[in-house]
């Protein structure tokens, strides 16, 4: 990312005419990923490489290797996501990744608990709007 500190548009669609709480849920997964990418680099070293284990088997079956079983999420282990295999998803509901989002996004709503605001600071908060209503 050439040192960009700023992800703009996380939940936009349209350009940012419209807002979505599911698009900001799927943006905040692929968002974390690359934070940690960023943060923490990609370590490079004969174990992440997996050259002794490219060498014991055959091309197509590196995939199944356990290798690479062991460091499949080292990079990328998002919330939403779905990283099942096709069987073991559709058992599971075939929740695509709009569902998934929205399911998330109403848990949150359903679990989150509003943090009251301080008496004084509310106070505090009060008189600086009834001496904006009065234009002072």
Known sequence: MAGANTLYGAGMLELGMTFSNEQLAIDNDIIEMVKRVVEDGIEVNED???????????????????????NIHNYSS???INRKMREDWETSGAKDL?????????????????????????????????KADKGA
Do not use: C, W
Not at 59 to 66: K, L
Not at 108 to 121: F, G, K, N, R
């Open 98 to 130: 709009a569902m998934e989002a929205h399911d998330h996004i109403n848990k949150e709503l359903a679990e989150y608990e509003v943090t009251p605001i301080d008496a004084d600071l509310l106070k505090d908060m009060e008189e600086v709007v009834k």
């Open 48 to 70: 992440t490489l997996g050259l002794e284990s490219i060498r014991e088997v055959e091309f197509d079956q590196f995939i199944t290797h356990q290798t690479t079983r062991d």
């Open 78 to 80: 998002p919330t939403l």
